[in-house]
């Protein structure tokens, strides 16, 4: 009775913002990343391809615009991919990344049922390429972003819940240390003892891959059939467990998929700075750049 009387408690209190609050941010064209060692000279590292062709609420012309630059100033050669992901879109990329990509039924229409953002064969193509050597950075935030990915997450053994991932209520933000003991000692997290991220989910892991980020028991995943709109008889899973950041060797490639977008760009919602340029996540910088050096080698 008291494990429900908590759960009570946390829905009771838990304020979403509105379904509409994402769209009112927008890059932070302010942000000036500063690298003193970029994993290859200037212009001469391989090229890395951001999916733009799938409804995808993160792009390089916009919201990802701050994940071009620091790639960029890494030595990546960074373009937008459009359209259909085959072969030949992919023929000479190192890296492809994936960021919040839906069906463009569900453009607007944060609800069930989610729709798959990619078709079979589009996954068939990009499993193929990893598995030739390809490396693959997939993120998928909150619902319904998990769900639109769930099929290409799965085909790579990580399995996605369409929800959100919360400790407690009112939580903006998550802190993950080694202190607290949810950020692991991994070779993505060398000089780094914190990571910040900024309302995501949760997923399991194959066998294989190793867990950066975490979640401990006090998480749960919240499954509504809208997002934001959080109700007593909605769904929820424990989170305790599950990762937010994880990676893993797919055949001659490399995969890393992450639960949350915010924590790789720098956005703001009027003067509310989030991500790569919030003060308090002076760590993230070096996992991204971390995370650019694992894939692009």
Known sequence: MKKLDNILLFLALLLPPSPGCAQRQEADNDYRPVVEQPVFPQGTGPLLLVDCGHQNFHTLEDRFAPFGRVAELNGFRVRSIKGTIDGPALAGAKVLVITNALHEQNVGSW????????????????????????????????????????????????????????????????????????????????????????????????????????????????????????????????????????????????????????MFTAQKAGDIKFGLNAPFARHNLGLLINILAWLGK
């Open 111 to 262: 609800k069930q049922p989610v729709l798959p953002a990619f078709t079979e064969q589009e996954i068939k193509a990009v499993r193929e390429w990893v598995n030739n050597g390809g490396s693959l950075f997939l993120i998928a935030d909150h619902m319904p972003f998990a769900g639109a990915v769930a099929g290409l997450a799965g085909s790579m053994g990580f399995t996605m819940y369409d929800g959100f991932a919360y400790s407690k209520p009112n939580q903006k933000f998550d802190i993950f240390s080694f202190g607290n003991g949810m950020l692991g000692h991994t070779e993505l997290t060398k000089g780094i003892d914190s990571i910040v991220s900024f309302t995501g989910q949760a997923f399991s892991i194959p066998g294989n891959a190793i867990s950066v980020i975490t979640l401990d028991t006090t998480y749960r995943i919240l499954m509504p059939e809208t997002a934001w709109a959080f109700s007593r008889d909605m769904k929820m899973l424990p989170a305790g467990g599950l990762s937010q950041l994880a990676y893993c060797r797919y055949g001659s490639g490399k995969v890393v998929v992450a639960g949350e977008a915010a």
